[in-house]
């Protein structure tokens, strides 16, 4: 607990400098305050681990400066111990009502001040270790449950399609032209079930510790194209016009299915959001220690709240496309955490009806790393 920062509160100048020569032989940060008015000021300014604080001081005791702290979201968390010369049980009840941690009789003995002192910093270290624990906790319980809700609804549904689907066409319960029509859907459903299906196992795949990207010479242009080729019904379906500034000399040392995926998953959904007619455009910037694979859309741009929801699974953004496309939100929750683990990113700058620009991060790599 060294170098933890602590605030002295007191009006008497002996007071403060007796528990600073106390406090500081242990390394403690100390600052000081010789009234309530100064001390809420400098707890404005800095981060303090613990407060010491005189009770009896002029204008504003030491029970007014507690109980203003505690007003404070981000400061009521300080412990704060009192410094009193009142023994009596009515005064130190008030001090803990306040919301103190405790407290300390003047003259007070260099012994006890410090075990004290050190008892209330680790008791803050551990609650402060404690809270983050359980948010994590709480983190990961919402993404298993977003996790199980993209198996029950968005598998079974489909699933649970094919199979009455399938009895029915088992059963010769339609006319052939019917029967043709209900399998070319099945194909389409069969095909979207296994595109879901294949991102869960990859982002489930990405979320092992075991997970390890491999690097090698990586051709930009072939990647385009790969994407390009796998989703040119969609874009020509939507009639949009499709661009592309990368040359056949652009490449890169990094992982080649990581890179893929993103590409492919973000361009899907910058189809899946621009208008029939409307245009999207790849380029390609390299900075000193990063590259940029840039994909842009005019399309129908997203607000501010579902950007910041974009890469969580605990949070389910969805939208329908502009042909009513549906949708899981999952692709880009598993490129954005593939690229994490090769310290690369996703910048997203959306406007509402204007469009959106999807900056894929890709750091540098040394070929023998």
């Known amino acids: 607990m060294k170098n933890s920062k602590i605030l002295i509160v007191d009006d008497i100048t002996t007071n403060i400098q007796l ?19 100064e001390a809420l000021q400098k707890l404005k300014n800095i981060n303090f681990d613990l407060i010491l604080l005189d009770v009896m001081m002029p204008v504003m005791d030491g029970y007014k400066v507690c109980e203003e702290i505690k007003k404070e979201d981000s400061l009521k968390d300080i412990p704060i111990i009192f410094l009193t010369a009142k023994v009596d049980s009515q005064s130190i009840v008030k001090g803990f009502d306040l919301g103190a941690v405790d407290y300390i009789l003047k003259p007070f003995r260099n012994n006890e001040l410090l075990a004290r002192v050190k008892t209330h910093l680790e008791l803050r270290k551990s609650k402060k270790k404690l809270l983050e624990q359980n948010s994590k906790l709480e983190e990961l319980n919402a993404t298993k449950n977003r996790f199980f809700s993209i198996i029950a609804h968005d598998l079974k549904g489909p699933i649970g399609t094919l199979k009455q689907a399938l009895k029915v066409i088992n059963d010769k319960a339609l006319e052939q032209e019917d029967t043709d029509l209900l399998i070319n859907d099945l194909v389409k459903l069969s095909s979207t079930t296994y595109n879901l299906l294949e991102k869960l196992l990859i982002w489930g795949k990405s979320q092992q510790r075991s997970f390890e990207p491999t690097y090698i010479e990586v051709s930009l242009k072939k990647i385009i194209d790969e994407a390009f080729k796998l989703l040119e019904k969609n874009i020509n379906q939507k009639n949009i016009c499709f661009k592309s500034c990368i040359s056949n000399d652009i490449s890169i040392y990094s992982d080649a299915n990581i890179i893929q995926t993103a590409v492919r998953n973000i361009l899907s959904n910058s189809i899946k959001f621009t208008k029939n007619g409307g245009c999207i455009n790849i380029s390609f910037v390299e900075e000193d220690n990063i590259y940029k694979i840039i994909i842009e859309d005019n399309g129908i741009g997203m607000s501010q709240e579902i950007m910041g929801n974009l890469f969580k699974i605990n949070k389910k953004v969805t939208r329908r496309g502009t042909e009513k496309e549906g949708g899981t939100g999952l692709g880009l929750i598993v490129s954005h955490d593939l690229l994490k683990k090769i310290e690369g990113d996703i910048i997203v700058e959306s406007q509402e009806n204007i469009g959106s620009k999807f900056i894929i991060l890709v750091p540098k790599h040394n070929k023998s790393t």
């Not at 528990?19 to 309530?36: D, H, P, Q, R």
Request: no cysteine.
């Open 19 to 37: 528990a600073a020569s106390v406090l500081s032989k242990e390394n403690y940060m100390i600052s000081f305050a010789k009234s309530g008015e």
